[in-house]
């Protein structure tokens, strides 16, 4: 079946750059996605790539997709103490009725 | 605009004890789901729903029931709660399917004793 791998926790001062990574297995999935979760809440989508681009950058957002590989990233530029969270990595399971989300990666931002 | 509403936000149960989680979105969205977050383990889906009156099983659905007599509505029912129940769950909701932006709610936090 499908799924979604991500290492669990990164640890990176402020002002660094974030590197996310993921590795997915259903290569059928259209969008890969990328939620944002804050303590004490639910996920907010953060950002999307659609499967037949290599790259898409969204101000401090940067996503990197590789289809051979199978592997989708996400570098956040400048990070600062607010995008501490945990970022989970998402694709669509095969039949288009649910998406599938990696484990989450713990973002850690030190000032 | 509330978006996805859950209640309760904190629950406690005894084993056996049955509870329905409610789940509310005004944005008029087809698609609505209930996912699970287990330390270490992630979003697993438990049940989803692509309109009124259609529900289909997650990865996870033995021991909750859902319905979905109306497009607002979507709650999740614990029939006999049980100890590995005890979890976070979120409701989610989008437009029209998974593919389009998720809304999700702030969650509710079970714990089955």
């Known amino acids: 079946g499908e799924d979604v791998e991500q290492s669990l926790f990164l640890s990176v001062r402020e002002g660094d750059s974030s590197v996310i990574n993921c590795t997915y297995t259903?290569?059928?999935?259209?969008?890969l996605y990328w939620y944002k979760q804050e303590p004490g809440a639910g996920l907010q989508l953060l950002t999307y790539?659609?499967?037949?681009?290599d790259m898409k950058q969204d101000q401090r957002l940067t996503v990197l997709l590789n289809k051979k590989d199978k592997h989708l990233s996400l570098r956040i530029a400048d990070t600062q103490t607010g995008d501490s969270a945990i970022y989970f990595c998402a694709e669509s399971n095969q039949a288009g009725t649910a998406l599938i989300f990696g484990k989450g990666t713990t973002l850690s931002v030190s000032s | 605009n509330a978006g996805v509403t859950q209640t309760p936000k904190f629950q406690v149960l005894k084993t056996g004890q049955s509870m329905t989680l409610q789940c509310a979105q005004d944005m008029n969205h087809e698609y609505m789901s209930w996912y699970r977050q287990d330390p270490g383990m992630g979003l697993r889906l438990i049940h989803y729903s692509v309109g009124a009156g259609i529900t289909d099983q997650g990865e996870v659905p033995n021991g909750y029931n859902v319905s979905r007599s109306t497009t607002e509505d979507f709650p999740l029912r614990l029939l006999s709660a049980a100890p590995s129940q005890t979890s976070v769950y979120f409701c989610?909701?989008?437009?029209?399917?998974?593919?389009?932006?998720?809304?999700f709610g702030s969650g509710t936090q079970l714990s089955v004793l």
């Open positions: 259903d290569s059928s999935s259209t969008y």
């Open positions: 790539i659609f499967s037949n681009m």
């Open positions: 989610a909701s989008s437009r029209a399917g998974p593919s389009e932006k998720l809304f």
